[in-house]
């Protein structure tokens, strides 16, 4: 029987929950009633002002308000002017940090994904806990995980972009 993760699972370091999000499942209902279920296979953790390859590395702004926002809140973005890109906000309060859900399987990259999943900007602000439209249920079911470098991020210079922050599921 799966369960549904609420808020006190990402009410936690961002680190910790990226490497537990990976292997989780993904659950979407849509409109018509379909439901669609996706492990998650890959994340990547990005942790306050100080991760140069987070969004909040310069500071709160319009954009990145959601970041500062409770744990378990959607934050959805548009990268390189077409793909809508999910995170999850975790931590504390007025700490900027979260985990982007990188993969699923049968979904290489993080746009494959949302966009399987039907996601868009009207997901940004929603919790991830607390609605009917998406959630993460845990199975149970245990995985290897191995880290590797976060990915795309080059704008974050080599430090940032070379921490072992990527968490993925062996298979």
Known sequence: MSE????DFFHRDALIVARELAGKIVVRKFENGEVSKIRI???????????KGCHASKGRTPRTE???????IIYVYLCYGMHWLMNVITGEDGHPE?????????FNGPARLTKALGVD?????????DNDE???ED??????????????IDYAGEEWK?????FIIRT
């Open 139 to 152: 199975d149970g079911k245990k995985f290897d995980i191995f880290t590797a470098p976060r990915v795309g």
């Open 134 to 136: 998406i959630w993460i």
């Open 162 to 166: 070379n921490k072992p922050w990527r």
């Open 98 to 106: 979260g985990v982007l859900l990188r993969a699923g399987e049968n």
């Open 41 to 51: 296979t890959e994340t990547e953790a990005y942790c306050g002002e100080e991760d």
């Open 66 to 72: 959601l970041l500062y926002g409770r744990p378990g």
């Open 4 to 7: 549904k993760l609420g808020e």
């Open 121 to 129: 900007k009207r997901f940004n602000g929603l919790s991830i806990c």
